[in-house]
């Protein structure tokens, strides 16, 4: 019976993504327009938890200008699906600066045509699918990890689209020995690292409170002398209009910050994705719990009282 529900779903979903495809964009935005009114403002989806993580980042903000930005970070999120209905369809080798404008090429590019590995570190920030996107469009294979989607037929779905364009996604569960080989023969690394690591996670500074941390991340960079950099892709100047630009670049073998350790090494690049998602706050993904685990201590404390 699941997986029937879940084929049901699937055909559900590639239905909605036709009828998206179908629409102008301008359409599309001023529809996720009216639905990120009816998510915030009437239905108050993850009401609580986004007001949580925006008084906490922005404690200067009123009420009014939370709930202003809740409503804008759900027309991010709407615009970001409608966007990669219609990028496929739209965004090519040959058209692509009509839609993406890269900040500093010189750096990015010389860095990866490097024969070294190189890790890639982005955050649910702007339209992060896109820059997975436009990296396969340059010619440069990438591959991820990640947790499989609980529905199979649309998790196929969406590693078959981003196959198309170069990348690979590994499974989060046993992939660590391909995902060492892959480095070790001077591979890509690209990952979003503002998720809940759990309790074992490394706890860094992020928007003023301790977040857990994936290790793994610093952790295969320094096995591997691989030069970590901060990316991202923001929405510029409306939907479908992206700039792609670096935020900073570490690397192991040169940069004594990076070479002092794992929790240096992550709190650094976690420094630099708050300095990113700072300028544009909307266009991050504050639905998600990222500081719902504690460091031991305080949470032992909070035991105790």
């Known amino acids: 019976m699941k997986r029937v529900v879940d084929y ?13 495809q179908s629409l102008p964009m301008h359409t599309c935005a001023a529809l996720a327009d009216k639905l990120s009114w009816l998510l915030s403002d009437v239905l108050h989806v993850r009401q609580k938890v986004i007001d949580d993580n925006l008084r906490h980042a922005f404690p200067n903000l009123s009420e009014h200008e939370r709930q202003l930005l809740t409503r804008r970070h759900w027309e991010h999120i709407l615009l970001l699906i409608f966007e990669m209905a219609h990028a496929d369809r739209k965004i090519h080798e040959t058209n692509w600066r009509r839609f993406v404008r890269l900040l500093s090429p010189e750096v990015l590019v010389r860095h990866l045509l490097n024969d070294r590995p190189t890790v890639i570190v982005s955050g649910h920030f702007g339209n992060f699918e896109i820059s997975a996107r436009m990296l396969g469009l340059y010619g440069f294979q990438t591959f991820a990890v990640a947790r499989p989607l609980d529905n199979p037929f649309i998790d196929r779905w969406l ?8 990348q690979c996604i590994l499974p989060k ?9 892959r480095l070790a023969a001077g591979g890509i690394l690209a990952v979003l690292a503002d998720q809940s690591a759990g309790p074992k996670g490394c706890f860094v500074e992020f928007f003023g409170r301790p977040a857990s941390t994936h290790k793994a991340i610093a952790v ?5 002398e691989a030069p970590l950099m901060v990316c991202y892709a923001r929405r510029a100047d409306g939907p479908l209009n992206f700039e792609i630009g670096t935020e900073g670049i570490v ?5 004594e910050a990076a070479a002092a350790g794992v929790r240096e090494l992550t709190a650094w690049y976690t420094q630099r994705l708050e300095a ?4 544009d706050p909307e266009q991050y993904w504050w639905v998600h719990r990222r500081w719902k685990e504690q460091p031991p201590q305080r949470a ?3 035991k105790a009282a």
Do not use: T, W
């Open 173 to 181: 569960k046993g992939s660590a020995p391909e995902a060492e080989s």
């Open 220 to 224: 295969m960079a320094l096995a591997h």
């Open 276 to 279: 990113v998602i700072r300028r």
């Open 8 to 20: 049901l779903v699937y055909i559900i979903v590639r239905l909605v993504i036709s009828a998206i």
């Open 159 to 166: 590693n078959a689209f981003r196959r198309r364009y170069g």
């Open 251 to 255: 690397d192991p073998c040169k940069d």
């Open 300 to 302: 032992q404390r909070r």
